[in-house]
């Protein structure tokens, strides 16, 4: 297949856009998704998170080098956070039933929709990220290209 001018610059262009994509989405990945969410929310900032029961967080676990996140749901009391319930995959929740506290022995704060590490009985790290504080993109101008777009 030959291709002509304008084909091979499309050609590439579509090509670097694929090797920028899978390198940020490897990235990410590597990075956990602790790191992704407080990028995002450092950017973005963070809607106050009220006392109540929060339906949509999700909990990062550090494990060495292996730290992963899972869904669940977080009860908030005077700013701190008294209970987390870990989601399994049939929508059903299990509460993590021991005491979780900071690293100082205090119930967990919140700064900018995340929580300070935490920790429970049997050791496992934590944090608890509330995913639905996190505000909208700012609007972003509609750029356009050249003629020879058109």
Request: proline residues 2%; contains cysteine; hydrophobic residues 35%.
């Given at each position: 297949?030959?291709?002509?001018?304008?084909?091979?610059?499309?050609?590439?262009?579509?090509?670097?856009?694929?090797?920028?994509?899978?390198?940020?989405?490897?990235?990410?990945?590597?990075?956990?998704?602790?790191?992704?969410?407080?990028?995002?929310?450092?950017?973005?900032?963070?809607?106050?998170?009220?006392?109540?029961?929060?339906?949509?967080?999700?909990?990062?676990?550090?494990?060495?080098e292996?730290?992963?996140?899972?869904?669940?749901?977080?009860?908030?009391?005077?700013?701190?956070?008294?209970?987390?319930?870990?989601?399994?995959?049939?929508?059903?929740?299990?509460?993590?039933?021991?005491?979780?506290?900071?690293?100082n022995?205090?119930?967990?704060?919140?700064?900018?929709?995340?929580?300070?590490?935490?920790?429970?009985?049997?050791?496992?790290?934590?944090?608890?990220?509330?995913?639905?504080?996190?505000?909208?993109?700012?609007?972003?101008?509609?750029?356009?290209g050249?003629?020879?777009?058109?």
């Amino acid at each position: 297949m030959v291709l002509k001018g304008y084909q091979k610059r499309i050609f590439m262009k579509k090509t670097l856009l694929l090797l920028f994509f899978s390198c940020l989405v490897t990235g990410a990945f590597s990075q956990g998704c602790l790191e992704a969410w407080k990028k995002a929310f450092e950017k973005r900032g963070a809607y106050t998170v009220s006392d109540d029961m929060h339906r949509k967080v999700y909990i990062h676990f550090e494990d060495g080098e292996d730290s992963y996140c899972v869904a669940g749901k977080a009860r908030v009391e005077n700013g701190k956070i008294v209970s987390v319930f870990l989601q399994y995959e049939d929508g059903t929740y299990e509460l993590m039933d021991m005491k979780i506290t900071n690293l100082n022995g205090q119930p967990a704060g919140i700064t900018d929709g995340i929580s300070e590490e935490m920790i429970n009985e049997k050791g496992d790290h934590f944090y608890v990220i509330f995913v639905e504080k996190l505000k909208p993109k700012k609007k972003e101008y509609k750029t356009v290209g050249g003629p020879g777009d058109i």
